[in-house]
């Protein structure tokens, strides 16, 4: 009898939990180094991934797919986070729970026909394109705009922290179709390959170096109508409806991370001695990390709950909302303990946690700010006295 890790966990989420750390552990974490160089996941790998059936989970079974809910997501998020490239991780996340929710859930019969059997295999890698210079969580502010053509629409804008564009096929891009209208918003697929589409600017980041980040311009692209998403001004709500499984999954890659910076941080204090013994056996050292470790395990369940509540059909903003609050200021946190605990080498580039201590720095930044994040949940916690 399998032994599932939480009670939210099944014999199939197990079973790709370990599928997922078995692959990043073989495929991923021997070789990372080399991405970070090049600042580019070799397409080779999605192609793996996709054979393998991880760029399928959610999508329903009549389209090839497992057809799981979010409990799926959070599962692959977390074993994902074990790579120790969170670079690599987002990339990932990017395709299969940030971007192609959007298609899956707005997405016609023929444009689920036309793109899901290439997303699926890897051979087209999506990214999610709502981000602009003067709108970041603010997604009802956004200026890019898309108008009446013909039989299509003309897009105009820039876009910017589009993690995946630069190698990327096809972005689920969040345009302004009505100007009146504050939240009058629309959501396009857009191929990279389109007339007047352009990434002006590669990002140089402090972390997630093997991960591909751009600033895009849109410049009289124009797309056929068939490439409207959903409902025409309705996509700041297709946007709000899948930030909860956004923040989910971004959590979820921070948790996996953690973990193992605290194994390979208990590891390295009993080996490392000094003061006449191991590190540690000094009550300050192991009792801190005794600490990460239960406060790492307090965010996995929580995330769980949350993910459950998700699948059963329940509003789990709230909840959702802080989670990613708690759960990313907990992972950076334990990151710092465990780049101090490794002394002078946690603080050189060719040890492992100091890659991952830069990376897990835009956990409460990326996917709705620390701050943003518990306005949520502040808001549903009035009490109407």
């Not at 399998?2 to 370990?18: F, G, H």
């Not at 977390?78 to 395709?95: D, R």
């Not at 100091?354 to 518990?374: F, H, K, N, S, W």
Request: aromatic content about 8%; some cysteine.
């Amino acid at each position: 009898m399998t032994v599932n890790r939480n009670i939210y966990m099944s014999d199939e989420l197990e079973a790709i939990y370990e599928q997922t750390v078995a692959f990043v552990a073989n495929e991923v974490t021997p070789v990372g180094d080399a991405w970070e160089e090049t600042g580019q996941v070799p397409r080779e790998i999605y192609k793996r991934m996709g054979e393998l059936g991880m760029f399928s989970l959610r999508v329903p079974e009549r389209w090839g797919g497992l057809g799981l809910g979010p409990l799926a997501s959070a599962t692959f998020a977390e074993a994902l986070g074990t790579s120790t490239f969170a670079g690599f991780e987002a990339n990932i996340l990017v395709h299969t729970d940030m971007a192609l929710p959007h298609l899956l859930n707005a997405g016609s019969e023929a444009q689920l026909e036309h793109w899901l059997p290439s997303i699926q295999s890897g051979d087209t890698m999506m990214c999610i394109g709502v981000t602009e210079p003067d709108a970041g969580s603010d997604v009802a502010g956004l200026r890019t705009t898309a108008v009446p053509d013909g039989d299509g629409w003309r897009l105009n804008g820039t876009k910017t922290f589009i993690t995946g564009a630069v190698y990327g096929d096809v972005i689920a891009l969040a345009a302004r179709t009505n100007p009146d209208d504050r939240y009058g918003i629309s959501m396009f697929l857009v191929p990279t390959a389109a007339e007047g589409f352009e990434v002006a600017r590669k990002l140089d980041k402090h972390g997630w170096r093997c991960s591909d980040t751009a600033e895009l311009v849109l410049n009289d692209v124009w797309l056929p109508g068939d490439h409207l998403l959903g409902e025409v001004h309705r996509g700041f709500y297709a946007a709000m409806q899948n930030f909860q499984n956004e923040r989910m999954v971004i959590v979820g890659m921070g948790i996996g991370a953690a973990q193992v910076a605290i194994d390979l941080t208990n590891a390295y204090t009993q080996q490392r001695k000094a003061f006449g013994s191991s590190l540690y056996d000094l009550g300050a050292i192991r009792q801190r990390m005794a600490m990460n470790q239960a406060q790492v395990d307090a965010a996995r369940a929580s995330m769980y709950h949350a993910a459950w509540l998700a699948e059963q059909g329940i509003d789990a903003t709230k909840e959702m909302s802080g989670v990613k609050a708690f759960g990313a200021e907990v992972v950076n946190r334990v990151m710092y303990d465990c780049m101090q605990f490794h002394g002078g080498m946690g603080y050189m580039r060719e040890s492992t946690i100091e890659r991952m201590c830069r990376d897990a720095r835009i956990l409460p930044i990326g996917g709705g700010a620390t701050e943003v994040m518990l306005e949520e949940v502040a808001k549903r916690s009035y009490v109407d006295i």
